[in-house]
């Protein structure tokens, strides 16, 4: 049982370039997020879904897009990465109270 | 909409003694959950303690502690017997109590503790 994973861990971007990120979880868990952390601004939440084939926008979503086709993967993209994107982004996955967050990935964007 | 406030953002403590973190939030809510997350250095996220609005008695999970006041609008954490491990970022964070759309976690922005030895 692995919990939730992302990959991957650290990822350096030149602004303009595409990439995405991918999160896994195995608990079944119907409800899965997206958050960015930045310094002094806590966590942020980007897209969320709450089960497979559904995606919604939260706090912060400009600059991404996601997608859920199979309940266990939620994938972020960044279609175009600018500087303001460089962050830790974690994953999340909950049913129904409790989130379980994913390792983190670091991304730099140049 | 609903907003989490951590107002201090470092504290200290000397080993083995008591800290208490504190947090407020605002909501029109009455159902809801009410958590605090550790973030050491290793940057995982770590659930500590969890909290229902609906229970008056205050949650407890080893030497970690909740006061949580419903009217004040008030979840402060107490960590009892300090320890080195102790030191990370601590996270507040709030979650409606229905599901679907409301099921997100808003997040206050987190207080750094450190542990003196």
């Known amino acids: 049982n692995a919990g939730v994973t992302q990959t991957p861990k650290f990822r350096v971007l030149k602004t303009g370039q595409s990439m995405t990120l991918l999160c896994a979880q195995d608990?079944?868990?119907?409800?899965m997020y997206w958050y960015r952390q930045d310094p002094g601004m806590g966590l942020r939440l980007i897209h969320y879904s709450v089960g497979e084939g559904t995606t919604a926008k939260g706090e912060v979503p400009d600059g991404y897009n996601v997608s859920r086709l199979k309940k266990q993967n939620f994938l972020l993209g960044l279609e175009s990465a600018a500087p303001s994107q460089t962050s830790v982004y974690f994953c999340?996955?909950?049913?129904?109270?409790?989130?379980?967050f994913g390792p983190g990935t670091r991304l730099t964007v140049t | 909409a609903q907003t989490v406030t951590q107002s201090q953002p470092e504290m200290s403590v000397q080993e083995a003694e008591t800290v208490t973190l504190s947090c407020t939030y605002d909501t029109s809510e009455s159902d809801y959950y009410l958590f605090w997350y550790k973030q050491p250095p290793s940057r995982q996220m770590i659930l500590v303690i969890r909290q229902e609005a609906y229970k008056q008695q205050n949650a407890t999970e080893n030497r970690f502690s909740v006061n949580f006041q419903k009217a004040a609008k008030s979840f402060s954490l107490k960590i009892s017997d300090s320890q080195l491990g102790d030191a990370a970022m601590y996270f507040c964070a709030y979650r409606s109590g229905s599901t679907g759309a409301n099921s997100k976690l808003t997040f206050g922005k987190g207080i750094t503790l450190s542990v003196r030895p």
């Open positions: 608990m079944n868990h119907e409800y």
């Open positions: 999340a996955s909950s049913y129904p109270y409790e989130q379980y």
